[in-house]
């Protein structure tokens, strides 16, 4: 099973609402990442997690909270975002103890922040 | 810093025919990994073909192969008998071989929109 999973699919907010972000994926892997895209644009990375501690930080704006509650969970607080913060929010895991480790990603969320 | 160029913007392709997307890349490292990934209208990201630095035979996934060129830091993806499912974004990727235990950062370049056309 090589699937990421992301809920919900599509996002609405106002810019005083507080929402979260969910990534799920059961292929024993240990680095999970969030990515934030624009259209057309590739994606940018925002945080890593491994082995459940963060490890990357991508100098992201605290109103972006990133948990890893467990080793198969990956949630993004979101409180007080702006329009521009309107995207499509991607979520990755890869395993950690390959060096080639390379990245499966989710669906993706499609956030608007009106 | 590592960077990665895809010149090509858009492509066009014809069904069937075989198409080739550019991508360039600038690092002082030598051990590395290069992706390309997918990106359809859907989009969600596909891993479509890696290739380890240290290798230098070239990576093949059915009709999708790359030409590695170390020396040249140059890594391009060759489509081959395209179909109208191809029809995506395509992303070319670096990531260091250094600090794999704590996840890696993937460098993506621009993009290539590829067009199939029936």
């Known amino acids: 099973d090589t699937e990421v999973t992301q809920t919900p699919k599509h996002l609405v907010m106002g810019m005083t609402n507080k929402k979260s972000l969910k990534c799920e994926q059961h292929?024993?892997?240990?680095?999970m990442y969030w990515y934030k895209q624009k259209a057309k644009k590739p994606p940018e990375l925002m945080f890593v997690y491994s082995y459940e501690k963060l490890s990357i930080n991508e100098s992201v704006p605290s109103r972006f909270s990133p948990e890893c509650p467990n080793s198969s969970l990956l949630n993004l607080h979101l409180h007080a975002l702006q329009p521009e913060d309107s995207a499509l929010y991607l979520c990755?895991?890869?395993?950690?103890?390959?060096?080639?480790?390379?990245?499966?990603f989710g669906p993706g969320t499609r956030l608007t922040v009106t | 810093a590592q960077t990665v160029t895809q010149s090509q913007p858009e492509m066009s392709v014809q069904e069937a025919e075989t198409v080739t997307l550019s991508c360039t890349y600038d690092t002082s490292e030598s051990d590395y990994y290069l992706f390309w990934y997918k990106q359809p209208p859907s989009r969600q990201m596909i891993l479509v073909i890696r290739q380890e630095a240290y290798k230098q035979q070239n990576a093949t996934e059915n009709r999708f192969s790359v030409n590695f060129q170390k020396a040249a830091k140059s890594f391009s993806l060759k489509i081959s008998d395209s179909q109208l499912g191809d029809a995506a974004m395509y992303f070319c990727a670096y990531r260091s071989a250094r600090g794999y235990n704590q996840g890696g950062k993937l460098i993506f370049g621009q993009g290539t929109e590829l067009s199939v056309k029936p």
């Open positions: 292929m024993g892997h240990r680095a």
């Open positions: 990755a895991s890869s395993q950690v103890v390959r060096l080639v480790n390379e990245q499966y």
